[in-house]
């Protein structure tokens, strides 16, 4: 057996309460701890996700970049180009079958892509026409690009136009002889497809390209006076032959969004624990509301009486329940034993009672015959003085009474007056007993009284008491005892009763007896008998 | 609970498409559009309606119907619905690439009935299947456009104002007054250039270049032929002896320097850019085609059509009523995942409520309907709409099925811009004046009134399906090559007739004229059997 320690003082609401804290606890540590380092993780993310964006915006211009190089390079060593603005044209027409011819064969004019929008080569040949690919140097001196390159006085450049924010690749075309003055090819990338790419960015953020304080690329669509580079923004700095690019990118603290996204944490979390505190208390109760239900349904008298057998389960308390089941039917079955016991017992004093008639040689009661009241009686044997018939009434009557139940018995006579009476041994005294077995039936307190007085001839003897009234039924079994037509379940009146006393009475005063049986606030019996039979004589016996 | 707390987001995921929910279909559009704004205003009323919206994606500077069309096919994703140029109509359709609307249209009675069954038949495919809606071709009850959409010359009112509002019915009348102003205005107040006469002659585009032809004579723009009623033969347009002067009159022009020397170099980008100068004074060009450049020009600086002949006595033919082109239209694609949803949005863009949205607005905001049905503008309603932002508020869905013409009320016009006295009060006043001057208008006014179409009207929607996989389809091809090397010459060179000569060599030695011509004219005989 278990040791029993503190432990087992513990009542199980109280112990549901620990097994919930128990299981509450780390969670919310676990818990408290997420959002802790949440913040903290959010800030290296967003580090993070700025270099990363950067670094692929950075691919994006880099490719773009290295794009127009590549193309720059291919048209830099073209014969066919410097051969088309070498040329000195004679009219417009001839210009253009040598530029048609060119278009048609030279795909360094047409090799625009997604990464450039505009490839075009300037040149100071005053024979050549602008338009298409080829244009006149004239038409773009001044200009800023134009200016920036003369300035730098390098053989390639990028340039970014700080009014439109375009960017442009420029070489000096000079790999073969030029007679004709200066040559540029100005490459244009395609500012609208890398803006698209820029706005299509999966950034949550801001990502702008910018040269100088002006814009070049954002993922936002912003303008530059909308544009507010704070020092939380990341920055990189690349450099694209002579042109500064800069990056500058700032991730949004996403914690509201993570909050949101881990919030499914708690969220299920106290779902679940919400569940299983239900589920546990739910068990807990379970145990709790069947041991209380099996604590009521044992009864002290009727001992285990319980009616849901749903409650008999194949659990622990089940067990239990059975256990205590057959502990109580063993009992019970003991208790029944004793009652058949003082059955028996009542059954022995009956047969007791009879053997005892027997005995006092009452022949003519056991053949009914009609002398009975000739019968010899041997006057010392069965006829008995009333006082001493009156006291053996009431000590004979407590012995008839049950288990639990109370009986007080007082004899009230003119002794001096009925001393001289005598009558049937045991008649008044087995029908006082039947009073007091009757009275039990319906109350567990009975005073008897008896009485008995003489006069005119006769003497009364009554026996009664307060409280509950018999049976209706019984009382009527009491009178028809007295009646002509003999009752035939008189023999059911009570085991016994077939030497009832008032049969005797009535055998041996020979009708000249009344008795009255009323049963009202409790019950009297009155005995009415002729005194001069009850005066002690001989009788005659017939043969 | 860790397995608890894996399958719960997943359930969270599962949603089902509620009953108010719009569909969005996207789409390709190529021709360069205006994309609309996720939160357009008149589109976000017609998708309440209809349950459904589309995206309208258009083509981008530096890309072509070609060149994005050919992505698509190779990658075999395409968007919910597809309105390509002839050409590529054609490739979708060998690549299998649209669905045949006509088995899902039973249930959609305004689409099925859009067309008639003959005009129906005329679009079918060799399987007898219709891919696609033409969507500019469907006139209600008779053309009410005041604006010429089509092919002209196209002249600035600055110019027509500058010389007095003249009468110019020919050719030379036309170049006069441009040479003469030229003379007169070389250049502008910020010190740039006037161009007499500009040319687009870059890709398919240099129709302005070479079918001019066709008008001078008095015929409608068939496009690729002119078409003898008479004999019911095609003509080729290219070598009539109009076409001949036609040419030698550009050459004189070019020499002349009131044509763009730089003409023939331009890209239709750089056209364009000319035209938005306003330094451009006249060409030849379809408004469809430019009208979407010039659009912040000043009102002197708009252009206004003039229908030019070669003689006069030329009856001109500049207007015609709205052709019925079959050669492309808007498709549903093979991509589109319910194509029973995109032929039901294809069939209400086309009910009466929807189309009064597309075109005119949303009643008592946009325009407002008197006790007679008659819709009319308020001053507040017409500013308004004038100012009206296309990317956000107006929704036209202009390359998917409409009705030109009337309304389906038969009372107003289909489109507040074609309502006559929408369309007048809303003219600036200078060009009010202008209109008034030729006692005119409307635009198309100051053409001649467009006649019935003949049956085989317009030739252009066929030879736009030519393929190269015909001898007339190669001679097409040859025949623009020809062109597009040899007429800039034509127009530049020093000595006109030898290089009309050398064109005409080259063009009847490299090109199988007879093929394409006679291709041609059992087209016509075909139309003209099929209208019987």
Redesign the interface.
Known sequence: MPKSGFLSDIKFRTRLVFVCLLVLLPSLILIATILIILPISESARKKESEQTIMAASEQYISTAVENSVYIAKTAYTNKELYELINKKYK???DY??A??EIKSSNPILTS?NNSV?GIKIYSDNPTI????A?SRMESVRGTEWYNTFSRLNKDMIFYCDSATGELSLLRKMDYYTVNTGDCILKIDL?G??LQECFKNLKFSGNIYVMNGGTLLFSNTGNSDDEINITSDYSCMIKNYYTVDIEYYSRADMEIGGMVSEWI??PV??LV?YAISVTMIIRLLKNVTDRVKHLNGVYDLDKGFCLKDSDLLCKDEVGALYRSCAELSEKLEQVENDDGRHIEQLNGCIYENNTLMLDALGIEAVLSSSDNARYLKFREEDIICPLDAELEKASDFAKTGVPDGKKLTVTVSADFEKIKSLSLPLLSVTMAVYDIVLCGFENNDEIALKIKADEGNGYCVISAGYGGNEISAGRLLKLRSIFEKEKSDDLWDFMPGYQYNPFIRLEKYYLENISAVFSSENGFEMRLTLPVDVMKPKKYDVKE | MALCIAVLPSCALKKGKAENEITEFSSFLAAYGTELSDDNVVQQIISEKIGAKCKETWLKEGETAESVISKMIISGEYPDFISPDSTQQQKLLNAGALIPIDEYWDDYPNLKNYFTEAEWNRMRSEDGHIYYVPAFSKVYMYDTTPIHYDEAFWIQVRVLEWAGYPKIMTLDEYFDVLEKYLAANPTNEDGSKNIGYEILSENWLYFCLENPPQFLDGYPNDGCCIVNPNTLEAVDLNTTPTAKRWFKKLNEEYKKGVIDPECFLLTADQYFEKLASGNVLGMVDQYWNYSGKIESLPAEKQYVPIGVVIDKGVEEHYHSNVAMDTSSGVGITTSCNDVEAAVKFLDDLLSPEVLNLRFWGVEGVDYSVDKDGLFYMTDEQAASTQNNDNVNYSCRYSYFPYYRGMNLDGINAYCWAYQPSVFYGNLDKQIKNCLSAYGAQTYVELLNKSEENAAWYPMWSYTNTFTDKTPYGKAKIAMDEVKHEYLPKVVMGEDFDTSWDEYMDAYHSRCDVDAYINELTAEVRRRVDMGK
């Open positions: 009219d417009a027409a253009y079958t530029y048609y625009e929008s026409l602008s338009g298409g080829i395609n609208e497809i499914i944490i299920t979390f679940i």
